[in-house]
């Protein structure tokens, strides 16, 4: 249980909050670089509470900008590209992707131009992916996470549906490993557990987590049956599960963009060039109404993703945990927020928090990948079920 006032101090992602300023100090995907093109140059984002606009100048460079206009707050979304940056539709300011005002007509406004600039965050296209950073310089490197960098195999993207919950729910979802056995114990082709309440708990011997230096949580599972499992959540808002990266990236204090980045190895081990545009898709719907937040919209149940969701939603945009009784089984919980506010307070003491690159010789980070899709390839032991059914899910 938390007070309102820790709940705040861990959850709440805008700038200048104790959250969003850790949150600001690791690069977030805001885009899918294949929908980026020249014929639709600009989009918007909204991450971390700011509203951005997205675009590709017709020299190739990509920027990130504030929405709204310097001049006098129209959206650039609407702005025109040209060689030298984008040009404010209204009267037509011109930005460079540094954030430069290069012209103001209708007169040229030589103090303008040296006093003022527009609000604009470096950008990397990394994985198929448009990556920003919206923290203090330097910027670090986006980490060499072993699935992400891997060239024995390729990726893909599938984008979820935009989530009306805070980011740090999935996440302590991703820290909850005894959720799988019950909430995931029916779904398509899975046979009825011994009972609803217990689902397959029965099956599991032991949970264990612990903190790794590199940045992440593993969360360790032992079954009866002596299988093991045991995968990392990379710190702060990426669950690797099987052979994907969940990435939660936090739109506002009550909404999250949620994609996945899947690695699937060559059979034979040998070298693939992905592209720089990886295939990617996007994922239904998981409520109706699409748009409504719980009690009007109902849930659909019958996918673990889609199970999670339920859960991620209903606990409210954000979850009121002074209301909640944690138990002994909720000790990952417990460790994740323990481990978020610590990392927010060496933010506010000038330190870099946990995982943090800033080698950009780092060849690569062992997230125990292989280990990882061996297990998913012979079905998890939950029951007698082989419950790849589970492959897409967030435990
Ligand atoms: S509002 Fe953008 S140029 Fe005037
Ligand atoms: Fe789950």
Redesign the pocket.
């Known amino acids: 249980m938390l007070t309102k006032e820790e709940n705040e101090f861990l959850t709440h992602v805008g700038p200048g909050t104790p959250g969003g300023e850790l949150l600001r100090r690791y690069w977030h995907p805001v885009a899918v670089s294949a929908e980026l093109t020249d014929e639709r140059p600009t989009m918007f984002v909204r991450i971390l509470g700011e509203d951005l606009v997205l675009f590709k100048d017709k020299s190739g460079r990509v920027g990130l900008l504030a929405d709204h206009?310097?001049?006098?707050?129209?959206s650039?979304l609407y702005g025109r590209v040209e060689e030298r940056g984008i040009s404010?539709?209204?009267?037509?300011?011109l930005y460079d992707c540094d954030g430069n005002i290069l012209e103001?007509?209708p007169e040229r406004n030589d103090a303008i131009m040296k006093s003022v600039k527009h609000t604009a965050y470096p950008v990397q296209r990394f994985i198929g992916l448009y990556w920003a950073y919206l923290g203090p310089s330097p910027a670090p490197v986006i980490p060499p996470y072993d699935i992400w960098v891997r060239k024995d195999g390729t990726r893909k993207i599938t984008v979820r549906p935009v989530l009306d919950c805070n980011w740090f729910q999935p996440m302590e979802n991703s820290a909850d490993s005894p959720h799988l056995e019950i909430l995931h114990q029916d779904g398509a082709g899975r046979e009825a557990p011994p009972n609803t309440t217990r689902g397959f708990i029965d099956d599991v011997e032991s949970y264990d987590y612990h903190v790794e230096e590199w940045g992440a949580l593993i969360k360790t599972r032992v079954y009866k049956n002596g299988e093991v499992d045991a995968h990392p959540l990379i710190f702060p808002n990426i669950l690797r599960v099987g052979d994907r990266t969940q990435i939660r990236v936090p739109i506002d204090d009550t909404h999250m963009w949620h994609v996945v980045v899947a690695f699937t190895p060559s059979e034979d081990g040998s070298i693939v060039e992905d592209p720089e545009d990886l295939p990617f898709s996007y994922d239904a719907p998981y409520k109706d109404p699409p748009d409504a937040r719980h009690p009007v919209a109902r849930h659909k149940m019958d996918m673990v993703p889609q199970q999670d969701y339920m859960v991620w939603e209903t606990q409210g945009p954000i979850a009121n945990r002074a209301a909640e009784n944690l138990s002994y089984g909720d000790r990952g919980v417990s460790l994740l927020r323990t481990m978020l506010r610590e990392n927010i307070e060496r933010v506010q003491q000038g330190l870099d928090p946990i995982g943090i690159v800033r080698d950009p010789d780092l060849r690569m980070i062992d997230t125990n990948l292989d280990a990882s899709i061996a297990m998913e390839s012979r079905g998890r032991p939950v029951g007698s079920r082989a419950s790849r059914a589970n492959a897409t899910g967030s435990s």
């Open positions: 206009c310097s001049h006098r707050g129209a650039l404010c539709a209204y009267h037509g300011w103001t007509p």
